[in-house]
């Protein structure tokens, strides 16, 4: 393809011949016809046949999340000698890097190393390579591009949390799951009876082996049990202003990447989607291409362990008035609730549930020591 030059020097030549033809200098037409002819033969140089080089690249890490420093290794070889080339490459279709890449032998190699930025949360795409050369009066160019792609999920930043362990943490929320497990326990927690102690809970009291013994005894549950944690995104677009969504996308992240623990098993809700129990990436795949919705549902699955006590915890924007009544329906049997909401919490939420708000990810990483926080012992 002609470069800006070549069509000045094409410009100039034509006037040079239309110059000669009118004036008469034998040194005008030559010059015209010089400037004509070189663009011709500058162009058949760059359509010539050449070596398409062979890309090799590789991103690190795999799974960013925003702010990491991504790096991208690129490795060209060349099948045969290869001209001067200036390469570019491209990331969401911008060029992020331009390096001049020398005239290469056959089998010879060159690299290049690209550092950038994580910015945003969602996919991005590196890639394609583009290879351009010219001729040496830099008249005509010419580019071949090596369609190699990469899709990197970025991860919204997070903050290391605990999982709500009932062995290892504590907390305003630890308190509520063992409350609710004293109310309602289940057949795998029953250790076995014993005598009626003033203050005992006359729920618990085992009335057919009382009537045996002539005395009241009452049953004896383990002090401690599994945990399923589910985290539920709100991603109604009216229940978010600003940037509180990619705010509720860094808390909720924080929470699934939480340190694991034997007795705590996560799983992420967006909306109709529900992560695997264990896949920990799977969820912040899924929370990095997020977005708003405007007939979103908050309809997380029921727990796949009865045994274990439930801990829901919504994220969401703010707490408008249809959400309450939601809330209430999401309230766990046998567990407790926690909404974390980003503007301020006007107004009660139904029994069962805690509230906080945390306008950003540094007030949540403060405010959730109080819900759960390490009481230093090993799971």
């Given at each position: 393809m002609p470069t800006r030059a070549a069509w000045t020097s094409l410009l100039f030549g034509g006037l040079g011949?239309?110059?000669?033809?009118?004036?008469?200098?034998?040194?005008?037409?030559?010059?015209?016809a010089g400037m004509i002819v070189s663009t011709v033969v500058a162009t058949a140089i760059v359509r010539r046949p050449v070596a398409r080089p062979d890309v090799r690249s590789s991103v690190f890490p795999h799974?960013?999340?925003?702010?990491?420093?991504?790096?991208?290794?690129?490795e060209v070889e060349s099948p045969r000698r290869s001209p001067v080339y200036l390469l570019s490459h491209h990331v969401d279709g911008r060029v992020v890097a331009r390096a001049p890449v020398p005239a290469m032998a056959a089998g010879s190699q060159y690299r290049l190393k690209i550092d950038l930025d994580a910015r945003e949360r969602g996919a991005m795409v590196v890639g394609p390579t583009t290879f351009a050369f010219e001729d040496p009066l830099s008249l005509a160019r010419r580019a071949m591009s090596v369609d190699i792609r990469h899709r990197v999920l970025v991860h919204p930043r997070r903050v290391p949390t605990f999982a709500p362990s009932l062995r290892s943490t504590e907390g305003l929320l630890i308190d509520a799951l063992r409350r609710a497990r004293r109310i309602a326990p289940t057949d795998r927690d029953f250790r076995g009876v014993r005598e009626y102690q003033r203050g005992d809970d006359v729920r618990r009291v085992n009335w057919k082996a009382s009537a045996k013994r002539d005395s009241l005894l009452v049953n004896e549950y383990e002090s401690d049990c599994n945990v399923v944690l589910q985290v539920i995104v709100d991603v109604h677009v009216e229940r978010h202003r600003g940037q509180s969504f990619e705010v509720a996308m860094r808390i909720a992240a924080s929470l699934i990447g939480a340190l694991p623990t034997s007795d705590v098993r996560m799983m992420l809700c967006i909306g109709d989607l529900a992560t695997k129990f264990g896949d920990p990436l799977a969820a912040l795949d899924a929370l990095a291409l997020a977005a708003p919705l405007d007939h979103a549902t908050l309809q997380p699955p029921d727990s796949p362990d009865p045994a274990a006590v439930l801990a829901r915890v919504v994220v969401t924007g703010r707490v408008d008035g249809s959400l309450p009544s939601i809330?209430?329906?999401?309230?766990?049997?046998?567990?407790?609730?926690?909404?974390?909401?980003?503007?301020?919490?006007?107004?009660?939420?139904?029994?069962?549930?805690?509230?906080?708000s945390c306008p950003s990810l540094g007030d949540f990483e403060r405010s959730w020591s109080t819900f759960v926080r390490s009481t230093g012992r090993l799971n």
């Amino acid at each position: 393809m002609p470069t800006r030059a070549a069509w000045t020097s094409l410009l100039f030549g034509g006037l040079g011949l239309l110059a000669a033809r009118l004036f008469g200098p034998p040194e005008l037409f030559t010059l015209g016809a010089g400037m004509i002819v070189s663009t011709v033969v500058a162009t058949a140089i760059v359509r010539r046949p050449v070596a398409r080089p062979d890309v090799r690249s590789s991103v690190f890490p795999h799974q960013p999340s925003e702010g990491d420093r991504i790096h991208i290794d690129l490795e060209v070889e060349s099948p045969r000698r290869s001209p001067v080339y200036l390469l570019s490459h491209h990331v969401d279709g911008r060029v992020v890097a331009r390096a001049p890449v020398p005239a290469m032998a056959a089998g010879s190699q060159y690299r290049l190393k690209i550092d950038l930025d994580a910015r945003e949360r969602g996919a991005m795409v590196v890639g394609p390579t583009t290879f351009a050369f010219e001729d040496p009066l830099s008249l005509a160019r010419r580019a071949m591009s090596v369609d190699i792609r990469h899709r990197v999920l970025v991860h919204p930043r997070r903050v290391p949390t605990f999982a709500p362990s009932l062995r290892s943490t504590e907390g305003l929320l630890i308190d509520a799951l063992r409350r609710a497990r004293r109310i309602a326990p289940t057949d795998r927690d029953f250790r076995g009876v014993r005598e009626y102690q003033r203050g005992d809970d006359v729920r618990r009291v085992n009335w057919k082996a009382s009537a045996k013994r002539d005395s009241l005894l009452v049953n004896e549950y383990e002090s401690d049990c599994n945990v399923v944690l589910q985290v539920i995104v709100d991603v109604h677009v009216e229940r978010h202003r600003g940037q509180s969504f990619e705010v509720a996308m860094r808390i909720a992240a924080s929470l699934i990447g939480a340190l694991p623990t034997s007795d705590v098993r996560m799983m992420l809700c967006i909306g109709d989607l529900a992560t695997k129990f264990g896949d920990p990436l799977a969820a912040l795949d899924a929370l990095a291409l997020a977005a708003p919705l405007d007939h979103a549902t908050l309809q997380p699955p029921d727990s796949p362990d009865p045994a274990a006590v439930l801990a829901r915890v919504v994220v969401t924007g703010r707490v408008d008035g249809s959400l309450p009544s939601i809330l209430e329906s999401l309230t766990p049997a046998s567990g407790a609730g926690v909404v974390i909401a980003i503007e301020p919490v006007e107004g009660a939420v139904p029994r069962g549930w805690l509230s906080v708000s945390c306008p950003s990810l540094g007030d949540f990483e403060r405010s959730w020591s109080t819900f759960v926080r390490s009481t230093g012992r090993l799971n």
